[in-house]
C-alpha cells in the first residue's frame, strides 16, 4: 500500500525481498506476446507480487504460478484471494525446475532473467506453445519469445529488458 500513489506510473517498482514488479509497459508487452486465446494453460516462473499472475488470469484459463521466496508467495496468495482470482494456483519452489507433474503447458512465462532458459521448461513447454521470457545476464538482457514446433525451438528477440536474476536452488 505504500506504493498506491505510483500504481499508475509506468515504471517498475520495488517490493520485498529487493524484488521488483514489472512497469505496466512491459506486463502488457509480455502478456500480448503470449498470445492468448482464453483456453490456455499458463506456467509463471516468478510470481513476485501477483500482479502478473492476475493479468494472466483473466487471459487463460488456468495459471501455475512458482514463488522460491516464501513471503512473497504469502502477500501474492492473499491478493489474488482479496481479489476473488480463483484461477491461479502457486506453489513455492525453484522455478528453474517448472512445474513437471502439471505440465505440458501451453504458454510459460518468466519475471526473472536466467543466463540461458533452463531445458526443464522447454521440455514443459507443449509443441505449438510459446514461451516469453527475459534471458541474460545484468545490463545484456533480451525479451524473447520462444515457440515449440515438432521440429524444434525458434527463438524471436522482442526488445532490450533489465529484470531480476533467476535464482536456482
Known sequence: ????????????????MDQTISQPYIVAIMSAALQLTGRERVLEIGTGSGYQAAILSFLCRRVYSIERLRPLLVDADNRL????????????GDGARGWPEAAPFDRIILTC????IPDMLLNQ???G?????????????????????????????????????????
Not at 521470457?133 to 533480451?142: E, K, L, S
Not at 520462444?146 to 527463438?155: D, H, L, Q, T
Open 1 to 16: 500500500r505504500a506504493l498506491q500513489a505510483y500504481a499508475y506510473e509506468n515504471a517498475s517498482l520495488p517490493i520485498a
Open 81 to 92: 484471494r482479496e481479489i476473488r482470482v480463483t484461477n491461479v494456483t502457486t506453489r513455492l
Open 129 to 169: 506453445g510459446i514461451m516469453v521470457a527475459p534471458v541474460g545476464r545484468d545490463r545484456n538482457q533480451q525479451l524473447v519469445t520462444i515457440r515449440r514446433s515438432e521440429a524444434g525451438f525458434e527463438e524471436a528477440t522482442l526488445l532490450p529488458v533489465k529484470f531480476v536474476p533467476l535464482v536456482e536452488d
Open 113 to 116: 532473467a536466467p543466463p540461458v
Open 125 to 127: 513447454l507443449k509443441i
